[in-house]
């Protein structure tokens, strides 16, 4: 990962001397997750820029006790962006690197660290959920001008379509450290997430680096909530706070209302699709079940308590994932005979695994839109040519329907860590290719309220085999 911090400030390789950091020196940061490196690409007295080159090793952070989080995706794990796009990595190196600019001091420079002066920030990778407007409304407000371009997912094949990422350019005049602590915290907002655990000291951290300006921004309900990883108690804490700064103590009330209200709407169509998805496997008569991509085992829970089901397994890439699932599943204290019903498997969906075979039924919920567009053939070959159940229930969402979500901008994806989303034709012709080759039939159910244009906001397939 990688980002520049430039001035025209003249001389502008005062810049050094901001940074504690010499031009003519490459400077390297020993990290819990790799390393950091600070050097000059360019140092005259009309221009200076800094290099930030962070170095993370995303194998070697899920081979360490307690990270990754593991949430997010299929491929979460070993597969990922973390050591390419700025996110809270970005802001930990930029804390330890930086960490005298940050506090506003400069040894032998003072009144030019506490004074405004021409910057100019370039970041070649952000991802960000809510696109080019969330972008805009978090930095315009604090008087940046921003030049932002989507990433493709691959310019070599752009029907693919874009990225969640941008190249973005951030120029102000400003202090340095007014600069460095909006990046500190708002990177892991537009990433909306975080590499570590997030308890009560990251409110401090909040309330730290958002001293005299996040208590007046217009997003500062959307920054708290995703800078807090969505945990409410912390939220109200921190948005309690941060009214006592500006008197109006209703907001934080209001925020939380809606965020109840937008939980509340999630899981009631989780709900409804799992309800759809266990009617599905009911009507194929199925008596062993694969849940692939199981994640924390939601779907298994209810497979499990339906007696009908005499041999079920779950499978997800994280073996994190799957003590969350055991737990949910409470494997420890089932009675014997429950227990022997079910299994879980750490494996991918990319290899060919004997496991898989000799299934009645394959469940697949909203997964494959967690695979970039180059796997899906890989998949495609593991499920129905080597594992071939008889029935595949696969949901995912309904991309047509996002419209009606009014705090979606558009064009934007409905989770982070989605590599695409099918309108209804794009999913049908999909699955209908996939069954001709395989030798399978297919049928299509709407999941969730339908919209007489939009259709529903989850859609369905389940596929039959020909054989069978």
Not at 298 to 311: W, Y
Not at 422 to 430: G, I, K
Request: aromatic share 8%.
């Amino acid at each position: 990962m990688y980002l520049t911090i430039a001035t025209t400030h003249v001389p502008a390789t005062d810049l050094g001397y901001l940074l504690h950091k010499r031009p003519g020196k490459l400077h390297s940061i020993s990290l819990s997750f790799g390393q950091a490196h600070v050097f000059y690409p360019e140092a005259s007295e009309s221009r200076c820029a800094a290099a930030l080159l962070i170095e993370v090793d995303p194998v070697e952070l899920v081979r360490k006790p307690g990270g990754p989080s593991g949430e997010g995706g299929l491929l979460d794990q070993y597969v990922n962006d973390r050591p390419y796009a700025a996110s809270s990595f970005t802001s930990v190196a930029l804390a330890r690197a930086f960490s005298t600019a940050l506090g506003g001091r400069s040894k032998d420079r003072q009144q030019l660290a506490e004074s405004e002066i021409p910057l100019e920030v370039q970041i070649p990778a952000v991802p960000c959920r809510g696109g080019e407007v969330f972008l805009r409304r978090l930095f315009e407000p604090l008087g940046y001008q921003i030049a932002a371009a989507r990433l493709a997912l691959d310019e070599k094949f752009p029907e693919w379509g874009e990225s969640r990422y941008w190249s973005i350019t951030l120029t102000a005049n400003k202090k340095l450290q007014d600069v460095l602590q909006h990046l500190y915290l708002l990177l892991p907002v537009l990433d909306d997430d975080k590499h570590y655990w997030v308890g009560k000291d990251e409110v401090e951290k909040l309330l730290r680096s958002g001293s005299g300006w996040l208590s007046a921004h217009p997003e500062r309900e959307e920054i708290t909530r995703r800078y807090l990883k969505h945990q409410r108690h912390l939220m109200r804490e921190a948005l309690a706070r941060l009214t006592e700064e500006d008197g109006d103590p209703d907001e934080a009330a209001a925020a939380q209302a809606a965020e109840e209200g937008v939980l509340e709407e999630r899981i009631s169509l989780n709900q409804q699709r799992m309800g759809s998805v266990l009617a599905a496997l009911r009507r194929s008569g199925a008596k062993r079940v694969l849940d692939l991509g199981c994640g924390e085992g939601r779907l298994l829970a209810l497979v499990l308590a339906d007696s009908s089901f005499t041999d079920i397994a779950g499978m997800d890439v994280s073996p994190r994932i799957l003590e969350k699932a055991a737990e949910r599943l409470r494997l420890d204290s089932l009675p014997p005979r429950k227990r022997e019903r079910i299994k879980l498997l750490q494996g991918s969906l990319m290899y060919r695994d004997a496991r898989l075979a000799g299934y009645d039924a394959a469940a697949v919920v909203e997964v494959v839109e967690h695979l970039d567009p180059p796997r899906l053939a890989a998949f495609e070959r593991v499920l129905f040519e080597h594992a071939r159940p008889t029935t595949v229930v696969m949901t995912t969402p309904n991309r047509e329907y996002n419209a009606k979500f009014e705090t979606l901008p558009a064009g934007m994806f409905r989770h982070k860590d989605h590599r695409f989303e099918w309108t209804r034709v794009q999913f049908q012709d999909w699955a209908n290719r996939v069954a001709s080759q395989h030798s399978y039939a297919v049928s299509f159910l709407p999941v969730g309220e339908e919209d007489a244009a939009l259709g529903a906001p989850t859609q369905m397939a389940i596929f039959r085999r020909g054989d069978a």
